[in-house]
């Protein structure tokens, strides 16, 4: 072997480092390297869209379960309302039961304290009742006026019959308080204050509570006659109802008409419960005849 070769198998070989490609350092279809963007990339693009799809996944999972949600708050139509009526109703013939022997509007102040003294538990029991009532009344005035706007009622008949409603309510707590303020003072009141406290208490009970009464039932009957969501002959007789109770007011001036308090107590009791029983809950219990004038 001669002496330049022999030199040139004594020189190491030196190996050539190999650079990567970008092609090559991939390991999914788009690679891993910042560029990538399929769905093999781990870099910060990739990171992002695999939180854009989770993001979305968890959206559509969602979506069923908020609907029900949204759809479950809608059905919500407050208590059965015949339930409130029949407790106002048994409040207000127990009060006027108990209270059949008081002396009546116009008696002289000196029977009126008498009566009123001799009768102090009476009274506070009356004034309880009638306090009662007033919750019930409410109670069944906010559940109508929800089934009529989700029947689909926007005329002004539902709000007026709220109005209506929640005033002869307050008038029925006012006249429970005025009462019970009699049963308190009549051992130390005089005639004329017993009067006078006799007096607010009817007034308050009479057309005070019968007049607000009316405005109630107008405001339920004529959205259903319209609308056909009672029977025609309940609607018409929650019309003439309320006409009588209006007709009330006059008996602020003159005794003669006071035979039109309990026709629009009791008449306005009996109509509050069968409205109760035959105002649809919704929409889909609405007669078939109903429907064309319902969506009209």
């Not at 390297?33 to 969602?62: I, N, V």
């Not at 509570?209 to 339920?220: D, N």
């Not at 005794?255 to 026709?263: E, G, H, R």
């Amino acid at each position: 072997m001669s002496a330049p070769d022999r030199q040139a198998s004594a020189t190491p070989t030196t190996a050539t480092p190999t650079t990567a490609s970008p092609a090559t350092a991939s390991t999914g279809p788009a690679g891993t390297g910042p560029a990538g963007t399929g769905p093999g990339s781990t870099g910060p693009a990739g990171t992002a869209m695999a939180s854009t799809d989770r993001a979305s996944a968890a959206m559509t999972s969602t979506g069923p379960a908020s609907t029900g949600r949204v759809r479950a708050t809608r059905r919500q139509g407050g208590p059965p309302p015949l339930v409130p009526a029949l407790v106002y109703g048994a409040l207000l013939v127990a009060t006027v039961a108990l209270l059949a022997g008081a002396p009546h509007h116009g008696s002289p102040a000196a029977s009126t304290l008498s009566w009123a003294r001799a009768h102090t538990g009476t009274l506070h029991v009356a004034a309880l009742l009638i306090f009662g009532a007033a919750a019930p009344l409410a109670i069944w005035t906010a559940t109508i006026y929800r089934r009529l706007r989700t029947l689909g009622v926007t005329a002004p008949g539902a709000v007026i019959g709220l109005s209506g409603g929640l005033l002869a309510s307050a008038s029925l707590a006012l006249s429970g308080l005025v009462t019970w303020t009699l049963a308190e003072a009549a051992p130390v009141a005089s005639p004329a204050l017993a009067k006078v406290l006799t007096d607010l208490a009817f007034a308050a009970g009479a057309a005070g509570f019968v007049v607000p009464l009316a405005l109630l039932l107008a405001g339920v009957a004529v959205p259903s006659l319209i609308l056909r969501l009672t029977p025609a002959p309940l609607a018409w007789a929650g019309l003439a109802v309320a006409a009588v109770g209006a007709l009330s007011t006059f008996t602020l001036v003159t005794p003669a008409l006071n035979a039109t308090l309990p026709i629009a107590r009791f008449g306005g009791l009996a109509w509050i419960i069968a409205a109760s029983l035959l105002l649809p809950a919704n929409r889909h219990q609405i007669r078939p005849s109903a429907q064309p004038r319902a969506a009209a």
